[in-house]
């Protein structure tokens, strides 16, 4: 689980904000309830290993961040179409930012490919889409963010990455102060979690740690792995628009229901002019995100892995997109 499928939960359960706890409890009870939980959880971290200094480093005088509860218990509920999402975040200007990016990493592109299998289109899709290139990585102190969610929501799943974030200092990859994140605890340019980072950063060069803030080739070779972890299939794209027939049968459609590529064109679907050519039995699904008057397209099994990375189909649609229009 990653942390977009947390943020994207109902919040009927989340406890109100510090200003809520404050028409139960006092200022003061509010602050013992917090330095009590951040005794269980260094004491976690320490029976994991971490070292006292990490641990005391990390939560010593450690206050809930309001900013964080704020923003957690004020999410937008975005109800937008495909049309309007893709005009967000496939604009022009992120395209061309995205083909001026390319130009001089086209060699490491390159290696990246060779190595995991994974080509430039879905990573800088999800490099842009992310932090606009790294440009856009967050400013909160990560562990200052884990810590309050874990104890804002009760959490284990915010807990343990708090645990995390101590465990990368402690094995000397970052210290903490150069965790710097979103207020949801995701880190640098891929905006990892911590335990994501633990299992999936890559240093490129083969010599040193794994960073993901200030070092670009980590971070798209970081990204590669984690597709290639999410059983990336080379050589197969994720989605393609496509032409549907007046009067198609629309509730062919879905991203669970699946057929063979020679069946869809059986069935009237056409695919563009340039489109990769595939196996005729390469299985995939319809989607129309706007319904049978918008936009259509194709969803093959990569497409699934980039969902792994953020489990919305519009997300997914909108990195294809994205990779497409930069790689050409």
Do not use: C
Not at 106 to 116: E, N, P, S, Y
Not at 179 to 191: D, E, H, R
Not at 201 to 219: M, Y
């Amino acid at each position: 689980m990653n942390r977009r499928t947390l943020i994207a939960t109902p919040f009927a359960a989340v406890p109100l904000g510090l200003a809520g706890l404050s028409l139960a409890t006092t200022p003061s009870a509010q602050a013992a309830d917090f330095t009590s939980f951040l005794a269980g959880l260094g004491a976690r971290a320490r029976r994991q290993g971490i070292p006292d200094g990490i641990v005391n480093q990390a939560l010593g005088g450690l206050a809930p961040d309001a900013r964080v509860i704020h923003l957690d218990a004020h999410q937008p509920e975005f109800t937008l179409t495909w049309a309007q999402y893709s005009a967000r975040v496939v604009t022009q200007a992120r395209v061309r930012e995205g083909q001026a990016k390319q130009i001089p990493l086209r060699a490491i592109f390159a290696d990246i490919q060779r190595r995991f299998g994974v080509p430039a289109a879905p990573i800088i899709g999800i490099w842009g889409i992310e932090t606009d290139f790294g440009a856009i990585q967050g400013n909160f102190q990560v562990i200052d963010s884990l810590a309050t969610l874990a104890w804002f929501r009760n959490s284990g799943f915010f807990a343990n990455e708090a645990i995390a974030a101590m465990k990368i200092a402690a094995r000397g990859d970052a210290p903490l102060p150069r965790l710097i994140g979103s207020w949801a605890g995701a880190m640098g340019q891929p905006q990892f979690m911590p335990s994501v980072y633990l299992t999936t950063a890559i240093n490129f060069s083969g010599r040193g740690t794994p960073n993901i803030w200030t070092n670009v080739p980590d971070t798209l070779a970081s990204i590669a792995n984690y597709l290639h972890k999410a059983r990336w299939i080379p050589g197969l794209p994720s989605a393609e628009p496509v032409l549907i027939p007046p009067g198609f049968n629309v509730s062919l459609a879905g991203r669970d229901h699946h057929l063979p590529l020679s069946r869809w064109q059986q069935l009237g679907i056409r695919r563009l002019a340039g489109a990769a050519p595939l196996p005729p039995g390469t299985e995939a699904s319809l989607l129309l995100p706007d319904g049978p008057s918008g936009a259509a397209y194709l969803a093959y099994e990569n497409f699934t892995a980039i969902r792994r990375y953020n489990p919305s189909d519009l997300y997914a649609l909108a990195v294809g997109e994205l990779g497409r229009l930069i790689t050409g």
